[in-house]
């Protein structure tokens, strides 16, 4: 099982609403990650968690706040959001955040946000 | 700060050509990564490239790694349409034993039947 899984696939919300994303492997990775992608643009790393403690945050809003309850689940909660944050949120994971040979990245099909 | 180059960020070209995609990075990694990214889908991996001197293929796509000059290619061999797509080469860097990928801009390939 090579698969990330994210829900929902689809989201829209209102500014005030509070939502979540879910991202959900079972390959035993140790790193997972989420990136924003904007239309027709890269993907941006937001945070990184490394055996379930978050390494890397890239200066993101605190609108915007991971979870990782355990090596197999990773959340984004989402609160008082802006249009401008409506983009596709990827999460992926790799085997070993510290640097072990034959990592790969897995990506998740995305959650695309339209924030109203 | 890390930079990743791609060109060209675009690409049009006619079936049965041959051409090569650049990606150079600014900073020492020992593993590189080719997405392919479908209009409204998610990243699909295509090659992981993990040591200097690296080539992989698959089908008609040959991907290769020059740690030395920080540089990867990603060669397509007789393009067809099936093939037009936006690709992505991403730079794994490690951080503080952590691992960071950043992306390319993309090279958006527009293959003419």
């Known amino acids: 099982d090579t698969e990330v899984t994210q829900t929902p696939k689809h989201l829209v919300m209102g500014m005030t609403n509070k939502k979540s994303l879910k991202c959900e492997q079972h390959?035993?990775?140790?790193?997972m990650y989420w990136y924003k992608q904007k239309a027709k643009k890269p993907p941006e790393l937001m945070f990184v968690y490394s055996y379930e403690k978050l390494s890397i945050n890239e200066s993101v809003p605190s609108r915007f706040s991971p979870e990782c309850p355990n090596s197999s689940l990773l959340n984004l909660h989402l609160h008082a959001l802006q249009p401008e944050d409506s983009a596709l949120y990827l999460c992926a994971s790799s085997q070993d955040p510290r640097g072990a040979q034959n990592t790969e990245a897995f990506f998740g099909q995305g959650t695309r946000l339209t924030v109203v | 700060e890390l930079k990743v180059e791609q060109n060209p960020l675009f690409l049009s070209m006619q079936e049965g050509k041959n051409y090569t995609i650049y990606c150079n990075y600014s900073?020492?990694?020992?593993?590189l990564y080719w997405y392919r990214q479908d209009p409204g889908k998610s990243l699909e991996s295509l090659f992981v490239?993990?040591?200097?001197?690296a080539v992989k293929q698959e089908g008609r796509l040959m991907a290769s790694l020059d740690t030395k000059a920080r540089l990867s290619t990603l060669h397509i061999t007789a393009a067809v349409h099936d093939l037009s797509a936006t690709y992505f080469c991403a730079v794994d860097i490690n951080m503080n034993r952590d691992d960071k990928i950043i992306f390319g801009k993309g090279t958006r390939l527009h293959i003419l039947p």
């Open positions: 900073t020492t990694s020992d593993r």
């Open positions: 490239l993990l040591s200097n001197g």
């Open positions: 390959m035993g990775h140790r790193a």
